[in-house]
């Protein structure tokens, strides 16, 4: 069963990274799969597959549960954990982690669904579960677990919009954007950026964490970024055109964009310390 488990295991932790939007707790789900396949009676499983999703899926339900019954983070910001890859393609390791082009603007969405809802629509619309599975899982009909899909595909599409795919297009606009901050080109910087663009940054617990919309606020806070001489090194976040920035040869932040239709919608920026010191950042070649 060990050898099958390791077959299966890229896909496992996909659907905990899906559901959990952390790569230290969707490892921790799926060992802890493995320690509960390791005790059961595998002689009439049929579907291995299915049979190892559905006890990953309840890990992963399990965690999502004990996060919302926690009193809320004490900043008001926390990113996904974002899958870094060198710029010029994705390398076999996480192809099938981000299949599907789950960017971290997607996961931020998925964020906002309850549990169950994530759970169905990840598992469903993602990775293709019947709803007859699904609703074993979170015990209710399969009736109501297609509803929970339906509504959290609605929040989706609503907040999620599907981002230009040609990663030079994007590096483009992105290497235009880092140029005209430094520059202070007022005019330039707001042509590149879409009236309804967001920007995250966490910067931890004991951080400045927020969130800002539009131009003028986005403005703002991208020129005070420029003002800390921070040198950004191309790579792929979530398999789209991003970087880690350095400040003093350091890194500094993880840097994400959604371009839509060449300009920038979403910026991300992760730059809690502690978790960038966690995060593989040998795409930097360092």
Not at 107 to 129: G, I, K, N, Y
Request: hydrophobic content about 45%.
């Amino acid at each position: 069963m060990e050898a099958l488990f390791e077959v299966h295991r890229p896909r496992l932790r996909a659907v905990a990274y899906r559901m959990l939007g952390s790569l230290t707790e969707a490892d921790d789900a799926v060992q802890e799969t493995w320690l509960r396949v390791a005790r059961a009676d595998v002689s009439e499983v049929q579907n291995p597959a299915g049979w190892l999703t559905t006890i990953t899926a309840r890990v992963c339900l399990d965690a999502l549960r004990r996060r919302a019954a926690r009193p809320e983070e004490p900043f008001g910001m926390r990113l996904p954990d974002p899958v870094l890859t060198p710029p010029d393609g994705i390398d076999p390791e996480h192809e099938v982690l981000l299949a599907d082009a789950v960017g971290l603007a997607l996961l931020v969405v998925l964020d906002t669904l309850s549990p169950a809802e994530r759970l169905a629509f990840v598992l469903h619309d993602m990775f293709a579960v019947p709803f007859d599975d699904i609703a074993r899982i979170v015990d209710r009909s399969p009736e109501a677990t297609r509803q929970l899909a339906s509504r959290a595909r609605r929040r989706v599409q609503s907040e999620h919009t599907e981002p230009d795919r040609d990663l030079n297009a994007q590096r483009e606009v992105i290497d235009a954007f880092i140029a005209a901050s430094r520059e202070g080109d007022f005019e330039r910087l707001v042509a590149l950026l879409d009236p309804d663009i967001v920007l995250r940054a966490d910067f931890g617990p004991d951080g400045d964490s927020h969130e800002v919309r539009g131009i003028q606020a986005v403005l703002q806070r991208a020129q005070g970024y420029a003002r800390l001489g921070l040198e950004m090194k191309p790579a792929l976040v979530n398999g789209a055109a991003g970087g880690v920035s350095l400040r003093d040869g350091r890194p500094f932040s993880v840097a994400a964009f959604t371009i839509r239709d060449g300009k920038i919608l979403e910026m991300d920026f992760l730059a809690d310390p502690a978790r960038l010191a966690a995060l593989d950042l040998t795409v930097l070649g360092e």
